[in-house]
Structure formats: structure tokens, C-alpha cells
């Protein structure tokens, strides 16, 4: 399964960015879909993950608000609208995916994903 990110960008504080992460095949209905980000001199870190079937979606904290993960299974993409951006928000954004069906305690560990994206970047100026 190969995933393919993309819609980073610049953008001045306040503003919004969507990014889209396009799946090449279909998988198990238990497959996880995340967004990671790393930002500069920092470790890859959980931004916002689901089921790719569907139910709970969880948020870091940090975006809680902010960001909305959503999917589109026609298109076998999902989406992270990301509003009212900060400069912390900056970073390489990355979306990942696995065959396991992660939960609340396991869906933040990069560990458990076995399918990355090549990374899109995001900056947010002031």
C-alpha cells in the first residue's frame, strides 16, 4: 500500500491548509489512518488518527479545535483540514497507515504504522 501526501504549503498565522493523503489500494476495513508531523528539531510526533471504516477520531491536544480529520472512501482519500493555523504548527506533515486496528493507547505510536507517506511540508509565518 503506498500512501501519497500532499497540499502543504506557507501560510500566515490564522490561516487554513487542507491536506489529502491518496491510498493506492483498498485494505482491511480495520485499517488505521494517521497524520503525523515533525517539526523543525523535533521527533515525529501523533497529530490526528482514525479507522479508515469509520468511529473515534482522535486529536493530539494541541489541535483539538483547529484540525478535522475526515475521509472520503470514493476517493480512498482522507483529508486534514487544518484552520486557524499557529507557527507551532509548522513542520513536515506525514500521513501514515496500517493493517492493525489501532486504539486509543496505540494509535499516537509511529511504531504501529507500517505504511508512510513521502511527507508534505507546512509553514506557518507570523
Known amino acids: 500500500v503506498q500512501l501519497q501526501a500532499s497540499g502543504g504549503g506557507l501560510v500566515q498565522t490564522g490561516g487554513s491548509l487542507r491536506l489529502s493523503c491518496a491510498r493506492s489500494?483498498?485494505?482491511?476495513?480495520?485499517?488505521?489512518i494517521a497524520w503525523f508531523r515533525q517539526a523543525p528539531g523535533k521527533e515525529r510526533s501523533f497529530v490526528a488518527g482514525?479507522?479508515?471504516?469509520?468511529?473515534?477520531?482522535y486529536y493530539t491536544d494541541s489541535v483539538k479545535g483547529r484540525f478535522t480529520l475526515s475521509r472520503d472512501n470514493a476517493k480512498n482519500t482522507v483529508y486534514l483540514q487544518m484552520n486557524n493555523l499557529k507557527s507551532e504548527d509548522t513542520g513536515v506533515y506525514y500521513c501514515?497507515?496500517?493493517?492493525?486496528?489501532?486504539?486509543?493507547?496505540?494509535?499516537?505510536?509511529?511504531?504501529?504504522?507500517?505504511?508512510w507517506g513521502q511527507g508534505t511540508q507546512v509553514t506557518v509565518s507570523s
Open positions: 501514515a497507515g496500517t493493517t492493525r486496528g489501532l486504539i486509543l493507547t496505540t494509535i499516537r505510536s509511529e511504531t504501529q504504522y507500517n505504511y
Open positions: 489500494e483498498r485494505t482491511s476495513s480495520s485499517y488505521t
Open positions: 482514525t479507522r479508515w471504516s469509520g468511529g473515534t477520531i
